[in-house]
Nanobody, 123 residues
């Protein structure tokens, strides 16, 4: 049974950085695309970044392009999301999920949602 567990969230000042982790079990990890999504209060869940099975292909939302970086370590069954130059508008619960393809990076295309990890950007 697929299980994804997010970690690494927290409170950070504007301009700061965080590194999120998504640990997977119960799945052939190297056969699964992984996506990071976020949901702020009162807003829909949006795709932040998704990565292909091998890690060779990635896609980013325009709002995070150049600031966030997704990567994966298939030997550790883990996907990472490096968040740099964080802004208050990045405040949200961040989730990871599994999909067949890394693109489109849209929530309805993904499954196996974790519990999420809270990222709060505030001075």
């Amino acid at each position: 049974q697929l299980q994804l567990v997010e970690s690494g969230g927290g409170l950070v000042q504007p301009g700061g950085s965080l590194r999120l982790s998504c640990a997977a079990s119960g799945v052939s990890f190297d056969q699964t695309a992984i996506g990071w999504f976020r949901q702020a209060p009162g807003k829909e869940r949006e795709g932040v970044s998704c990565i292909s099975r091998s890690g060779s292909s990635t896609v980013y939302a325009a709002s995070v392009e150049g600031r966030f970086a997704i990567s994966r370590d298939n030997a550790k069954n883990t996907v990472y999301l490096q968040l740099n130059s964080l802004q208050p508008e990045d405040t949200a619960v961040y989730y990871c999920a599994a999909g067949r393809y890394y693109s489109p990076c849209r929530a309805p295309e993904y499954t196996g949602w974790g519990q999420g990890t809270q990222v709060t950007v505030s001075s």
